[in-house]
T-cell receptor, first 112, second 108 residues
Framework: AQTIHQWPVAEIKAVGSPLSLGCTIK??????LYWYWQATGGTLQQLFY??????VESVVQLNLSASRPKDDQFILSTEKLLLSHSGFYLC???????????FGPGTRLTVL | GQQVQQSPASLVLQEGENAELQCNFSSTATRLQWFYQRPGGSLVSLLS???GTKHTGRLTSTTVTKERRGSLHISSSQITDSGTYLCAMEPGYQNFYFGKGTSLTVIP
């Protein structure tokens, strides 16, 4: 069975500090991977997607970057956090284009 | 940019009643998807269809791509159906734009 794990579960960070959020998918090779973000009370927005290792496409950047260093790993990061980065971050995977997406439990980020 | 409007914003039903959730979008879509957002924030994919009607269990999704609208029908609502329902449109594969959601409350 496939599992999707996100880390950390929650994080409190200072403005200007770096950030790294991770997502790992086990039990499925070469999945499509996605990062989403939702501000508290806001609309869910897609940030990035990746079809293959080393290849990441940006949908909405928000001063964040993403990387896919391994087939089963997707990393979201920034060198300097802004207050506006607070919110809920979701990672998802799918078998391929047009297929159902499966979401991780999410990471809640608070920037102070 | 892409806009996705969901209505109603909230809905209260008695158990056993049917729910009709609407989704309108501002540009051409290749597909419309419906998700259930758990109280903790994570999402569960419900239905996805490019056009026409699709069923699963008590859920029916209808997408009319040319008219830029879709709907999710929930029959015989149950208390456990309570939560937030999101629709997302895809103008092209791999890009998704979400609506703000419909908050559904089912009471006994």
């Amino acid at each position: 069975a496939q599992t999707i794990h996100q880390w950390p579960v929650a994080e409190i960070k200072a403005v200007g500090s770096p950030l790294s959020l991770g997502c790992t998918i086990k039990g499925k090779s070469s999945p499509n991977l996605y990062w989403y973000w939702q501000a508290t009370g806001g609309t869910l927005q897609q940030l990035f997607y990746s079809i293959t290792v080393g290849q990441v496409e940006s949908v909405v950047q928000l001063n964040l970057s993403a990387s896919r260093p391994k087939d089963d790993q997707f990393i979201l990061s920034t060198e300097k956090l802004l207050l506006s980065h607070s919110g809920f971050y979701l990672c998802a995977w799918s078998l391929g284009t047009g297929d159902e997406q499966y979401f991780g439990p999410g990471t809640r980020l608070t920037v102070l | 940019g892409q806009q996705v409007q969901q209505s109603p914003a909230s809905l209260v039903l008695q158990e056993g009643e049917n729910a009709e959730l609407q989704c309108n979008f501002s540009s051409t879509a290749t597909r419309l998807q419906w998700f259930y957002q758990r109280p903790g924030g994570s999402l569960v994919s419900l239905l996805s269809n490019p056009s026409g009607t699709k069923h699963t269990g008590r859920l029916t999704s209808t997408t009319v791509t040319k008219e830029r609208r879709g709907s999710l029908h929930i029959s015989s609502s149950q208390i456990t159906d309570s939560g937030t329902y999101l629709c997302a449109m895809e103008p092209g594969y791999q890009n998704f734009y979400f609506g703000k959601g419909t908050s559904l409350t089912v009471i006994p």
